[in-house]
């Protein structure tokens, strides 16, 4: 599965947008992008995941550019409670039994009042 | 929809006893559960693949045979920590694959943090 780079911090003020950025410039054709995230002590939370298109649900948005060679996590109104460290990971596939994430540092954002 | 516990939360034991965490997903049935550990200030490190009614596929550097991985129902896979040390003292977190059709997708317990005195 492809690499990613991720900013090891970002800070947010509270009502606005998070913007976060990762970089996937190894990804191949069939490797789709998560997004999770992981409050403090735990376990992570799914957010979103996306392959070519953009995709937009209700915790967040996910735009993929046109090379997929990098993607940006919006969190159109950040608060408090969205402060986490959040994971990009690119993995092969949704079908099957064998689907190993593989967890870098991810960015840490602290939402500020 | 898709809610995966596990049992205990947090758990404080004596060098050499043997410790055991279970991971239960609560509204779907999950083929496969993965556990991870995650030190503090790091990430997660797969530790292993639980296939329920088959033997766990272990990560390099994984001890099988102090980390025991049962899977013996659907909705259940259990992690024993054998002989724990305080190198041990970890974030163990499981997650299960709940093969929806169109969204076969890992959802994640709520982590369990045990300390070995």
């Known amino acids: 599965d492809a690499k990613t780079t991720q900013p090891p911090s970002m800070d947010c003020a509270e009502g606005r947008a998070a913007n976060l950025p990762c970089n996937h410039s190894?990804?191949?054709?069939?490797?789709?992008v998560y997004w999770y995230r992981q409050i403090h002590s735990q376990g992570p939370q799914y957010i979103i995941h996306?392959?070519?298109?953009?995709e937009t649900n209700e915790m967040a948005s996910l735009i993929i550019t046109e090379d997929r060679k990098s993607s940006t996590l919006i969190l159109p109104h950040a608060t408090l409670r969205d402060t986490a460290v959040y994971y990009c990971?690119?993995?092969?596939?949704?079908?099957?039994?064998?689907?190993?994430?593989?967890w870098g540092l991810g960015t840490s954002l602290a939402v500020n009042p | 929809g898709a809610v995966v516990s596990q049992h205990p939360s947090w758990v404080i034991c004596k060098s050499g006893t043997s410790v055991k965490i279970e991971c239960r997903s609560l509204?779907?049935?999950?083929?496969?559960m993965f556990w991870y550990r995650q030190f503090p200030k790091q990430s997660l490190m797969l530790m292993a693949t639980?296939?329920?009614?088959?033997?766990?596929?272990?990560e390099q550097g994984v001890e099988k045979d102090k980390f025991l991985i049962n899977h013996a129902s659907l909705t259940l896979s259990t992690l024993t920590v054998t002989s724990a040390h305080p190198e041990d003292s970890s974030f163990y977190i499981c997650?299960?694959?709940?093969?929806?059709?169109?969204?076969?997708?890992?959802?994640f317990g709520p982590g369990t943090r045990l300390t070995v005195l």
């Open positions: 990971i690119v993995i092969i596939g949704m079908a099957g039994n064998n689907r190993k994430l593989i």
């Open positions: 190894t990804i191949s054709g069939n490797e789709y």
């Open positions: 639980s296939n329920e009614g088959s033997k766990a596929t272990y």
């Open positions: 509204d779907f049935q999950a083929t496969t």
């Open positions: 997650s299960a694959l709940s093969g929806r059709a169109g969204f076969n997708e890992q959802f």
């Open positions: 996306g392959l070519k298109n953009n």
